[in-house]
């Protein structure tokens, strides 16, 4: 399986500010996604972020708020912007690599938007 | 969209008991059925997965299976240990790492 990397791995945010998570990948994947799980709760997908290219929003996401970048195949970011307390979740990079079906995570973001 | 459910959100067993845990999708185009373990503080981790020409796949004390034309399928886990306390997601995709998960399920293995 790849190895992803995740950063910040938690941070503390104030409300109204942005935050860019990164994920790096150490190997070419086919795709990445992110994410979000709130506390207690389970995943749910935000985008499919697409190389070179706009992402793929899931109903109820939009781009203004979670604008996603990824400039080649190993490496996306996602940023929460203008963050509220209802904002406070794990965000998860996960990826598919060239083979198989199966979806790798990231060891999540951690934020609390105090 | 795809719309997993699953049941129970909490089980508790004693250990060495069998654990079963119950999903149904309603995508009939969805072609693999992945279970993820996540321990607390800790990343979702694949335990097992099945596709949808299979029916059953077991890998030593863990099981799935998949009723196709109910679109429902199962993990079972025999003879349950402490360590396997944690939560359990089920999860559909048509094979293109989209996955859409169930609510997961709280096991907690008393020793």
């Known amino acids: 399986s790849a190895v992803i990397s995740q950063k910040p791995s938690r941070d503390i945010c104030q409300r109204g500010t942005s935050l860019t998570i990164q994920c790096q990948v150490d190997?070419?994947?086919?795709?990445m996604f992110w994410y979000r799980q709130q506390p207690g709760q389970s995943l749910t997908l935000i985008a499919t972020?697409?190389?070179?290219?706009?992402?793929?929003?899931e109903s109820g996401f939009v781009i203004d708020k979670f604008p996603i970048s990824r400039p080649n195949l190993t490496f996306s970011t996602l940023t929460v912007s203008n963050m509220s307390p209802e904002d406070s979740s794990i965000y998860l990079c996960?990826?598919?690599?060239?083979?198989?079906?199966?979806?790798?995570f990231g060891e999540g973001s951690w934020l609390t938007v105090v | 969209g795809e719309n997993v459910e699953q049941h129970p959100s909490t089980l508790s067993v004693q250990e060495g008991d069998s654990a079963v845990i119950k999903c149904t999708y309603s995508?009939?185009?969805?072609?693999?059925f992945p279970w993820y373990k996540q321990e607390l503080g800790k990343r979702p981790q694949l335990i097992i997965d099945?596709?949808?020409?299979?029916g059953e796949k077991k890998d030593q004390r863990i099981a799935v299976t998949l009723n196709k034309t109910a679109k429902h399928f199962s993990l079972h886990i025999t003879e349950t240990q402490p360590e396997d306390s944690a939560v359990y997601f089920c999860?559909?995709?048509?094979?293109?790492?989209?996955?859409?998960f169930g609510a997961g399920t709280r096991l907690t293995v008393k020793p």
């Open positions: 996960s990826v598919l690599p060239s083979s198989g079906n199966t979806i790798y």
């Open positions: 190997s070419q994947v086919t795709m």
């Open positions: 972020a697409n190389q070179g290219s706009e992402a793929t929003y």
């Open positions: 995508d009939s185009a969805s072609n693999y």
């Open positions: 099945i596709r949808s020409n299979v």
């Open positions: 999860a559909a995709s048509r094979g293109l790492g989209d996955m859409r």
